[in-house]
């Protein structure tokens, strides 16, 4: 089960991330509005989390792009707890309204029910992914190529989730920066090209088909070709 979260501070993107991904869930976070509707949009997803006050494009002008084409379940989180601005989430076609602060059980009570209501199968959550002969474990952090354990630290497993979990996407050191070191891209710093580098060695270079793909000038890509 995919959930996008769309969240601009830092600390509860961070915290909604770690809480939904240890309930099982499989989470993006964008930081943003132009971000958040691009991936709504584009991406496949079975409930987006969605903050009202967004940079770029607040949380109500994406919730009206989203409901042009999709109906993807949209929980909204907003410190505006007057009832006219709930009116107007709702109205605009959120399926839920929850004021800041909130109790994490609380949130995470809302996005079982809404997946329910949706049809979606809460009780089995994804927890694995597979690439070829790579196989990725999300409930114990495993990750297995040709049936053969791969050695991989915390953050290249991190890394290797997001880009099976985007497999032929090319993912931008931005991209990759943000979403599994939690920091703006400095060009200065290789820490990106380092750790892909590490996982490569792991991923591909014991084996005859690589998967870890560069693509000159724009970052990197997980596929088979």
Do not use: C
């Not at 509005?33 to 109500?60: C, K, N, Q, R, W």
């Not at 792009?65 to 410190?79: F, G, Q, S």
Request: aromatic share 6%.
């Amino acid at each position: 089960m995919r959930i996008l979260v769309t969240e601009d501070e830092p600390r509860l993107a961070d915290y909604l991330k770690k809480g939904l991904t240890e309930a099982g869930y499989v989470v993006d976070v964008a930081n943003n509005g132009v971000d958040g509707s691009h991936l709504a949009t584009e991406g496949d997803y079975d409930l987006i989390v969605l903050d009202v006050m967004l940079p770029g494009i607040d949380g109500f002008g994406v919730l009206r792009k989203l409901r042009e084409t999709r109906n993807t379940p949209v929980l909204m989180l907003t410190a505006r707890d007057k009832v006219e601005d709930r009116v107007q989430g709702l109205k605009g076609g959120a399926d839920d309204y929850l004021v800041k602060p909130f109790a994490f059980s609380e949130l995470l009570a809302r996005v079982e029910a809404l997946l329910r209501r949706g049809g979606a199968v809460t009780t089995q959550p994804l927890t694995s992914m597979r690439l070829g002969d790579l196989e990725l474990d999300l409930a114990r952090r495993k990750a297995t190529r040709g049936g053969l354990r791969l050695d991989l630290t915390p953050k290249e497993f991190n890394l290797l989730t997001l880009m099976l979990r985007r497999q032929g996407e090319v993912l931008s050191r931005t991209v990759l920066a943000e979403q599994v070191w939690d920091m703006n891209f400095d060009s200065e710093t290789n820490v990106v090209d380092v750790a892909v580098r590490r996982l490569r060695s792991k991923l591909d270079d014991p084996f005859d088909q690589p998967l870890l793909h560069t693509v000159r000038g724009m970052g990197y890509v997980l596929e088979e070709r």
